[in-house]
């Protein structure tokens, strides 16, 4: 995905973190949107994470360059983790109408980590699955 228009989201996407993260250093969530407060939310919970503070730290000057870090193999996004969680409470937010909240019911955040965890144990098996039957 590289080109003019993704590295101009990016670049947007970088500021738009980069100010969250200034809101959040400074006290002043409450002043933020609602996706605004959702996202530094999930910042507040990452950020002792040293790669999703490195990715904030410098968000605004990577001119729409990715930052993306390798782990066991796989190569990964902190801020689109971070962006993840805040659309999953955007969803179990109080008075959100989503479909997703409407069909399940309300997601706490333990029993959204559970469902997490179950699909990624799912994925990974089968992968494992597919993988023995190429060998």
């Not at 995905?1 to 500021?15: A, F, S, W, Y």
């Not at 782990?71 to 983790?81: E, F, M």
């Not at 409470?89 to 706490?108: E, F, L, N």
Request: aromatic fraction near 2%; charged fraction near 25%; hydrophobic fraction near 30%.
């Amino acid at each position: 995905m590289d080109g003019p228009k993704p590295t101009e989201l990016r670049k947007l996407v970088g500021q738009h973190d980069k100010l969250v993260y200034e809101a959040v250093q400074a006290g002043n969530v409450a002043e933020l949107s609602h996706d605004g407060q959702l996202c530094a939310q999930a910042i507040q919970e990452h950020v002792h994470l040293r790669h999703v503070h490195n990715a904030l730290e410098f968000a605004d000057l990577r001119e729409g360059q990715p930052y993306e870090i390798t782990i066991r193999g796989h190569t990964v996004s902190p801020l689109a983790h971070v962006h993840t969680h805040a659309a999953v409470k955007g969803h179990s937010w109080p008075g959100s109408t989503s479909t997703a909240r409407k069909r399940s019911g309300p997601v706490s955040g333990g029993s959204a980590a559970r469902e997490l965890d179950r699909r990624r144990r799912e994925s990974a098996s089968l992968r494992m699955g597919s993988e023995a039957k190429r060998g």
